[in-house]
């Protein structure tokens, strides 16, 4: 595998100029299980690496990315790509997952439309789009294909493994799912379950999507794209991943490029710009029905009933991995109750959990933007561990 | 009522609870703050321990030190944990810094087999004095704090608190005087724990049958 190549004059910190990979797992005969009762294959998955791999193959961190991301989580893919990978001021060389000593990982989860199968992908059997004909995929289908990902690495432990929000989810079905193969998690935003309120959002954003006239039961590709739709369930989204105060404070009422109000009904708060931009940049990188089968597969997770027949407590009894939980005080979408639920049936079980609610007024959000207290506490959280400075 | 054991010693605080707490047991330290305590019982006695701590900085502290720690108020109580999930509760210098003192005593009762308590002894002849003659709230090594900045919210003296366990159903299983002198440990012997030690360390358990 290619390791990023540092030194190419980028901001200090960097792990440099990146390029995604794929590889191709899951082919027939030995296609994957899905949790929906059909089988998938061949799958291609596309990844990052940053770091090196030791000869022990002992320091690999997998990062799991949320429902928007990708495989991009670090570094440019020219000197000149305005926004680095998607969580940049975490992975690199003296940051929170360093990669002088860390091998880190990320693949774009199954599904998704940056690289890895998923419904705007080939299906083989017709040389279309699958469009619908996708299988309806769940949170336990993403992490056995980046199993089988790791396998094909010849990592056979990670170190580490960590994501927020949906990302969160995977870490925790990892550790539920594959006791024995990862050694420690970090829990960030996230939850064993969404809440009413987060499966509805999903499903405004998903109804929207479904309402437009360009959506055409998912077969739109090679026309016109469900644009409109998507937009709306990205700027609906958007709202849910911010907080009251971060609003008041980026947007207030504030207008745009007037100073009197026009009495009519087009764009003129700030904060109506925003979301605008936000949904038509979306468009651009992220497909439709991508959204709808994540969207879909976050709303159906839920650790207790799929490990513990119904209790969270039971569940965890099978996990080894030592965990980090981090959950942030104005995060409403994920709040820090559910990080606490979680922690709870953990420590029921005596497992060796750390719980912090780390302060910020960024809501959902905050995991993605600079915060010294996120980076000191899974920094400390991995030194840690690779010091084997813990007590056995 | 079995025979309360009682000691007057020089060490200092951490030694004692150290030695206190059986190898090998479970313990929740309650205010761990940045977890030296949590790590000198991991260390010397084994214990399988977890922390609860409320500030931000001492919780990332703990987590650097490997330790198992929970940010959270202990003042909204241990609902989360189970009754006698641990061998031991300790509630180091904190007692006097909590809202509820009397809740979170009963709480740490109800979720520990056994607690251990500690507290600056705010009867000792030092305080009684600095109030007395100088008529100001007293500063000392134990209490450095002005009264517009202290954290210690509920201060007691060692009277105070062996008012309270027997009105609280409490069992004193071992009281520890701890002094910074042998001579004051001579004085202790004659005058008392209460005008004499600077801090309290108390072993203590739900009396059975209550």
């Keep these: ?392 | 009522m079995r025979r309360r054991l009682r000691e007057n010693i020089l060490v200092s605080d951490y030694d004692r609870i150290v030695t206190l707490v059986e190898p090998g047991s479970s313990v929740l330290d309650l205010g761990c703050g940045n977890g030296d305590l949590l790590m000198r019982l991991q260390r010397e006695r084994r214990v399988r321990g977890q922390g609860v701590e409320i500030d931000q900085n001492a919780v990332i502290e703990c987590i650097r030190k490997g330790l198992s720690v929970f940010q959270g108020n202990i003042d909204q109580g241990l609902a989360d944990y189970a009754d006698a999930s641990y061998d031991y509760v300790i509630l180091n210098q904190t007692l006097q810094v909590i809202r509820r003192p009397a809740f979170v005593i009963e709480e740490m009762l109800r979720v520990g087999r056994k607690g251990i308590v500690s507290f600056p002894n705010f009867g000792n002849w030092l305080v009684r004095a600095k109030l007395l003659v100088g008529g100001r709230m007293p500063r000392t090594k134990k209490l450095p704090f002005h009264w517009y900045d202290t954290p210690n919210i509920h201060l007691l003296t060692i009277g105070d608190f062996l008012v309270f366990c027997r009105r609280h159903g409490i069992e004193i299983q071992r009281q520890v005087n701890l002094v910074q002198t042998p001579v004051f440990r001579l004085l202790l012997f004659f005058l008392g724990a209460n005008l004499i030690a600077d801090e309290g360390l108390f072993v203590i358990r739900r009396r059975p049958g209550t």
């Excluded at chain 1, 961190?61 to 990708?70: E, N, P």
């Excluded at chain 1, 999507?209 to 959506?215: E, G, K, L, M, V």
């Excluded at chain 1, 079980?349 to 995991?367: P, R």
């Excluded at chain 1, 993605?368 to 030194?383: C, H, K, M, Q, Y």
């Design chain 1, 1 to 392: 595998m290619a390791d990023a190549v540092p030194d190419v004059g980028l901001e200090p910190g960097s792990v440099g100029i990146v390029a995604t990979q794929t590889l191709t797992v899951a082919s027939p005969p030995d296609a994957l299980e899905m949790d929906c009762g059909r089988r998938l294959g061949p799958i291609q998955v596309a990844y990052e690496t940053y770091g090196r791999l030791n000869p022990r193959k002992d320091n690999a961190i997998l990062i799991l990315h949320a429902l928007s991301g990708d495989a991009h989580a670090a570094g440019r893919y020219r000197p000149d790509e305005p926004k680095p990978g998607w969580w940049d001021l975490m992975i690199g060389p003296g940051k929170a997952f360093d990669t002088r000593r860390y091998f880190v990982i990320c693949t774009n989860v199954l599904g998704g439309c940056k690289g890895s199968t998923g419904p705007s992908s080939e299906n083989p059997e017709t040389g279309k789009p699958f469009g619908l004909t996708f299988p309806i995929l769940t949170i336990g289908d993403m992490v056995k294909v980046q199993k089988l990902v790791l396998d094909r690495l010849g990592i056979t432990r990670l170190l580490s493994l960590s994501g927020g929000s949906m990302g969160g989810m995977q870490a925790l079905e990892w550790i539920l799912r594959y006791p024995e193969s990862v050694q420690s998690a970090v829990i960030i935003a996230s939850t064993s379950k969404l809440s009413p309120q987060s499966i509805a959002f999903n499903e405004v954003g998903r109804h929207a999507i479904i309402s437009d006239p360009n959506w055409k039961n998912g077969d739109y590709y090679g026309g016109p794209l469900p644009a409109t739709g998507l937009s709306i369930a990205r700027m609906i989204g958007h709202i849910t991943y911010l907080s009251e105060t971060s609003m008041n404070q980026k947007f207030g009422r504030r207008l745009l490029n007037q100073a009197e109000y026009s009495f009519e009904f087009k764009r003129e708060f700030e904060v109506e710009s925003y979301l605008h931009h936000q949904g038509a940049s979306f468009v651009k990188r992220f497909d439709a029905n991508s959204y709808l089968y994540i969207t879909k597969a976050m709303d159906y997770y839920d650790a207790a009933v799929d490990w513990g027949g119904g209790s969270l407590e039971k569940a965890c009894a099978r996990i080894r991995a030592k965990t980090l939980v981090l959950s942030f005080t104005s995060d409403w979408l994920f709040p820090s109750h559910q990080s606490r639920e979680l922690v709870k049936a953990l420590r029921q079980n005596g497992k060796d959990v750390s719980y912090l609610e780390i302060e910020s007024t960024y809501g959902h959000d905050a995991f993605l933007l600079e915060n010294p207290a996120l980076t000191r506490a899974v920094g400390s959280f991995l030194d840690n561990l690779s010091e084997g400075g813990q007590v056995s």
